[in-house]
């Protein structure tokens, strides 16, 4: 799970670095050199969660 918990961690800290950009040419930069990063860890996250047998549809609240 530290693994996981990682993975989340450098998504949500990329996710934070382009929320925090208000100017569009800003965040398309900051896509340009950060958007391979987030989708690699994004992956690695799903391909994580699956390994664990936590994967969708979830149908809870």
């Known amino acids: 799970m530290g693994e ?3 993975l989340a961690e450098e998504v ?3 996710v934070a670095g382009l929320q925090s950009t208000s100017q ?3 965040t ?3 896509i340009d050199r950060h ?3 987030l989708l690699q860890a994004a992956n690695a996250l799903g391909t994580k969660l699956r ?3 936590l994967e ?6």
């Open 4 to 6: 996981v918990r990682r």
């Open 12 to 14: 949500a800290a990329i």
């Open 24 to 26: 569009p040419e800003l």
């Open 28 to 30: 398309s930069l900051q």
């Open 35 to 37: 958007g391979s990063a």
């Open 51 to 53: 390994a664990l047998g």
């Open 56 to 61: 969708g549809p979830y149908y809870g609240e």
